[in-house]
């Protein structure tokens, strides 16, 4: 287990072999493991212990967003297992019956509807609740999970890679599918990444089942390649090892900000979204110390933070709407049904991985 600033990566092994390799893991105990209850200390302190959290938040954002939790609450340790949403939904299914987090922090909220189902959440109502805005937290009272703010799709094109291969700035999903982008478009595979699946979840669901795996089918003709990370197309699109990269706004705008020949296009048909959320974990024994990161997660001190790098907040905050976003971030969002979403997920994983898996980059 790594704490603090360092983070657990698990290799991008095909999904379904890692359920399958995690349900095996969850029924061995290592020899010479402590199995014992935790300790009182641990478990009857809401200020001080240790506790466990799975994360999809980006590398590069949770550092900063634990600053801010350790000057208030220096004696909790906070273990930080990071990986992509596909990877953590994975993992946390397959821990059902010996489940190893505390608490879920920042993963998309079709995935904690997915694992709700499956009775792995336990209702919790943080402090501070009432300030998240409707739309971003389970209607069950207690919800079950509670949002933080809301990532969306988006282009990264790198205009100097444009330029040279004499292409048009694309403007819309549909525009993505002309022949002269093929070989030029980088996507992410929605069975590992997270914003894959938001973008995959909105095409459907803007033009209907039927109409959006006819416009994947055309897609794919352009795609080179899939990836397992929702932000891999963005980077790739910055280095210029292709032109386009289909992945979310935080990342579009950061590289652009951070001086990258990267412009970030929101399409005009509306952008899939997907929020990250929190939940507490249904354990035995549930720590204190797990409630008051779930406190501290909606706090307006760190949404403020959430808002330096996302245009949209569950707790409104006083931070501009982030250079590169449109003005109006909310208007940008296509429709999505998140109950749809998640009872859907593993039909749709399937029919993708069905018709373009063959193009995804190679596992491990």
């Given at each position: 287990?790594?704490?603090?600033?360092?983070?657990?990566?698990?290799?991008?092994?095909?999904?379904?072999?890692?359920?399958?390799?995690?349900?095996?893991?969850?029924?061995?105990?290592?020899?010479?493991?402590?199995?014992?209850?935790?300790?009182?200390?641990?478990?009857?302190?809401?200020?001080?212990?240790e506790i466990t959290v799975y994360t999809?938040?980006?590398?590069?954002?949770?550092?900063?967003?634990?600053?801010?939790?350790?000057?208030?609450?220096?004696d909790i340790t906070v273990n930080i297992v990071r990986d992509s949403t596909g990877i953590?939904?994975?993992?946390?299914?397959?821990?059902?019956?010996n489940p190893r987090a505390d608490v879920v922090w920042g993963l998309a909220a079709s995935s904690l509807v997915l694992a709700d189902q499956q009775g792995i959440l336990e209702p919790y109502a943080p402090v501070g609740l009432d300030k998240v805005q409707d739309r971003f937290?389970?209607?069950?009272?207690?919800?079950?999970?509670?949002?933080?703010?809301?990532?969306i799709s988006a282009f990264c094109v790198n205009t100097v890679e444009l330029e040279a291969n004499g292409l048009p700035m694309p403007k819309s999903w549909e525009d993505l599918t002309d022949p002269v982008y093929q070989g030029h478009l980088v996507m992410p595979n929605p069975a590992s990444s997270g914003t894959g699946f938001l973008s995959v979840s909105a095409l459907l669901q803007l033009k209907g089942e039927d109409g959006g795996w006819q416009y994947l089918d055309r897609l794919h003709e352009n795609i080179a390649q899939y990836t397992h990370s929702g932000s891999k197309p963005c980077k790739l699109a910055?280095?210029?090892?292709?032109?386009?990269?289909?992945?979310?706004g935080y990342r579009a705008v950061k590289q652009k900000n951070d001086g990258e020949p990267i412009e970030p296009v929101f399409p005009t048909e509306g952008s899939g979204w997907e929020m990250e959320a929190n939940a507490l974990i249904k354990k035995d024994v549930i720590k204190p110390a797990a409630k008051t990161f779930l406190d501290w997660a909606i706090s307006p001190e760190i949404s403020e933070k959430y808002g330096?790098?996302?245009?949209?907040?569950?707790?409104?905050?006083?931070?501009?709407?982030?250079?590169?976003?449109?003005?109006?971030?909310?208007?940008?969002?296509?429709?999505?049904?998140?109950?749809?979403?998640?009872?859907?997920?593993?039909?749709?994983?399937?029919?993708w991985t069905k018709r373009y898996d063959g193009k995804s980059e190679p596992k491990g």
């Open positions: 287990m790594f704490s603090r600033k360092q983070f657990l990566k698990i290799s991008s092994s095909s999904l379904a072999g890692l359920m399958l390799a995690l349900v095996l893991n969850s029924c061995v105990v290592e020899e010479g493991a402590d199995t014992s209850p935790d300790s009182s200390a641990e478990t009857t302190s809401p200020t001080a212990g999809a938040i980006e590398d590069d954002q949770i550092e900063g967003y634990l600053d801010e939790f350790e000057t208030v609450y220096p953590v939904t994975a993992k946390l299914l397959a821990e059902k019956a937290r389970d209607p069950q009272n207690p919800p079950h999970w509670v949002g933080i703010d809301a990532w910055g280095s210029g090892e292709y032109p386009i990269g289909i992945s979310f330096e790098g996302f245009a949209i907040t569950a707790v409104k905050t006083s931070a501009p709407v982030p250079d590169g976003f449109p003005a109006d971030p909310f208007a940008q969002l296509a429709k999505n049904d998140f109950i749809w979403a998640a009872f859907n997920r593993d039909r749709i994983l399937k029919e």
